[in-house]
């Protein structure tokens, strides 16, 4: 088995405990894996304060620190094809998907390489004649990240750059369902020549590891991605330490299609944002909301679709849906899937859990309308679509926003005075109209309500890692007035 270790403050080491991975495809374990428990938390947290303060990395300047950033995207890119082989290998994520997403991470490296010296402060028109004040943005300080293991690698990127390009420190928790990735990347982090103790990559379980990060005293602020319940204890640990969060949370994304719209390329959209991913995204469009005069050929259309997906070997590049990261997520799709259709729910296509080896879920679709089904509420993690049809604009609108989620959508129609209607009336981060699962560097992402705060993208997220310092200079020689008399 290959044998990973943790890096904690320019060296790789071996963790508190070890664990195995298991291959999704397979069952079988692959990889003998590193556990960093308390004392391996406390001191990489340590080493990214000394490294924020005391260290190469707090006397560089922005430029030089985006010289490094630049040198690390190259390296990402070099070598993503070995990177995507262990992202699939350790979380079942196809091999055609995580070769083009890794590949497509260094250019998010490029970006904030680009924006590390054009974080601008500013000068304030003060209301006293004797004072000049200006604003300083600098690094929040030590940055706990935790990121899931879908997209290991995209999601660490769009914490990691911003954070960089701020001048933060950090300590990143790769998730233990299929850490290998991330834990390889850090080799590229040691090649590029970052100081000891900029970047530090673990892995671990719960409390050992997770909670001992996020509620650590030297920990300024936290960036999660994850489900509502892990942020809740997330945000109960930041308690201890007060740090300021990010959360990147779940969905339950709204795809709604008029009658108008280009149905073929719907429908392809709607495949994209349902089975892409084997549905282990974050965004997936898993509620189909159609109008109903062309609700039926619609269904018609993306059942056969559906049933002409290849699933098989992540690692085939003929494969379109592999397996679900772990036992316990197909357990759960699965016993989801059923309470809906015991709720009442039609059974489209799919559905049932395949014998033999590996954590494989067919792609499947729920027909819920006029049923009170758990599909339409809970996000199933999983290549499962829900159906409803709607009349009117205006009912189209009230089901979209009928969650507790708000982390994206898509709107399919022709018609662009609708199309602005329903981007300005749905209550998500992201409205794509006739496109979906799109992303880019430059754009913000981030959700409402349940899906979390803070935004990752763009330079809205350089800005979530500085704080602001005022600085004011007396520029008279006159004696310092009545103490006593607040200026």
């Known amino acids: 088995m290959q044998r990973f270790q943790l890096y904690i403050n320019g060296a790789f080491e071996d963790g508190e405990g070890r664990f195995e991975s298991l291959d999704p495809a397979t069952g079988n374990a692959w990889a003998d894996m590193p556990e960093a428990r308390e004392g391996d938390v406390d001191r990489a947290v340590k080493a990214a304060h000394t490294a924020l303060y ?38 079942g994520k196809i091999i055609r998907e995580t070769s083009s997403q890794i590949a497509y991470v260094a ?10 010296d054009k974080i601008e402060g500013s000068t304030l028109p003060i209301d006293k004649p004797d004072m000049d004040v200006w604003l300083k943005r600098e690094p929040v300080g030590v940055v706990a990240m935790v990121v899931p293991w879908n997209s290991q690698l995209f999601l660490s990127a769009v914490k990691i750059g911003p954070a960089l390009a701020a001048g933060c420190t950090m300590v990143v928790k790769a998730s233990e369902d299929g850490p290998a990735p991330l834990l390889e990347f850090a080799r590229l982090v040691h090649e590029a020549g970052f100081p000891p103790g900029v970047i530090n990559i673990i892995t671990g379980f719960g409390a ?16 999660f991605t994850g489900g509502p319940e892990s942020a809740r204890h997330v945000v109960r640990n930041s308690a201890e330490n007060l740090a300021s969060t990010s959360l990147e949370l779940g969905g339950k994304s709204p795809f709604i299609v008029f ?5 073929e390329s719907a429908v392809n959209a709607q495949v994209s944002g349902i089975f892409a991913a084997t549905g282990q995204s974050c965004v997936a469009g898993s509620r189909l909301i159609v109008e109903r005069s062309i609700k039926d050929a619609f269904l018609e259309r993306l059942k056969a679709k559906a049933e002409a997906i290849r699933i098989g070997s992540p690692l085939e590049m003929a494969t379109e849906v592999g397996p679900l990261a772990t036992r316990r997520q197909q357990d759960h799709v699965d016993a989801l899937v059923k309470a809906s259709v015991a709720s009442g729910a039609r059974l489209v296509t799919g559905g049932v859990k395949p014998d033999g080896p590996g954590n494989f879920y067919p792609p499947t679709i729920l027909d819920c309308d006029g049923v009170n089904s758990p599909s339409m509420v809970q996000e199933f993690f999983g290549p499962v679509l829900s159906v409803v049809s709607f009349e009117t604009e205006a009912e189209a609108l009230h089901l979209a926003n009928d969650t507790a ?15 602005h209607r329903m981007m300005n009336g749905i209550r998500a981060g992201v409205v794509w109209v006739n496109t979906y699962r799109a992303v880019s560097p430059i754009a913000p992402f981030g959700g409402y309500g349940l899906s979390g705060h803070g935004r990752e993208g763009g330079m809205a997220a350089v800005l979530d890692y500085t704080r602001t310092k005022t600085i004011w200079l007396k520029t008279s020689d006159d004696p310092f007035p009545d103490p006593f008399v607040m200026r």
């Open 259 to 263: 009658a108008d719209a280009d149905i």
């Open 208 to 223: 050992a590891c997770g909670a001992a990060l996020t509620r650590h005293s030297k920990v300024a602020h936290i960036a």
């Open 107 to 116: 250019d998010y490296f490029r970006y904030y390489a680009g924006l590390a």
């Open 54 to 91: 005391d260290g190469p990395w707090a006397k560089m300047t922005a430029t030089q620190r985006g010289k490094l950033i630049y040198k690390l995207a190259d390296l990402i890119a070099v070598n993503a094809p070995k990177l995507a082989e262990l992202e699939t290998r350790d979380t």
């Open 405 to 419: 989620f708000g982390l994206a959508s898509g709107v399919f129609t022709q018609n662009l005075a609708r199309a």
